[in-house]
């Protein structure tokens, strides 16, 4: 753990100075059930060493928490009898990141639920066209 990170609800969860219920652990990450969960078993996987967002995640921590995601996302869509599950992220106050500790969602779906994630917008080729360059060209 890094002791110079931020102090944040997640470290202190990570620290057991606050309760979650914690599902799932090893020696880089750790997963827990989220306190106001978007549907039943919605769960959050997190780095112990501290990152805001993709941003600054090194590679490694990075695949530690997506190798994670993989080995418990089909225990938590059975464990709710779910059909399909979100792995969500939010990057950024914008984009509706609270907790300034990067973290995936695990939202469990059920085939004939009412949640509603998406909302849709056209796209032109045109824009379409000019926004792929512009990322391509950013990427390098
Ligand atoms: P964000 O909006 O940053 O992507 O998501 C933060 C998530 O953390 C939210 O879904 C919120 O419910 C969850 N959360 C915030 N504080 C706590 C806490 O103290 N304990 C747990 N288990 N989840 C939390």
């Known amino acids: ?18 309760p979650a219920e ?3 652990e090893d020696d880089e990450t750790i997963a ?17 060493e501290f990152s805001e ?4 995640i090194d ?3 990075l695949t530690a928490v997506m190798r994670t995601v993989k080995k418990i996302a ?25 907790v300034p500790h990067l973290h995936i ?3 469990p779906r059920h085939s004939r639920d009412e ?8 796209l032109s080729t045109a824009d379409a066209a000019a926004i792929a360059t512009a990322i391509r060209e950013k990427i390098g």
């Open 105 to 107: 969602h695990l939202i």
């Open 32 to 48: 827990f059930l989220d306190s106001n969960p978007a549907t039943k078993g919605h769960t959050l996987v997190v780095p112990k």
């Open 22 to 24: 914690i599902v799932y």
């Open 74 to 98: 089909p225990a938590v869509r059975d464990a709710v009898g779910a059909h399909g599950l979100h792995i969500n992220s939010n990057h950024g106050s914008a984009a509706g990141q609270v």
């Open 53 to 56: 967002n993709i941003f600054d």
């Open 59 to 61: 590679e490694e921590p």
């Open 115 to 122: 949640f509603n994630f998406w909302p849709q917008q056209h």
């Open 1 to 18: 753990m890094n002791d110079t990170a931020p102090d944040t609800i997640f470290m202190k969860i990570i620290r057991r100075e606050i």
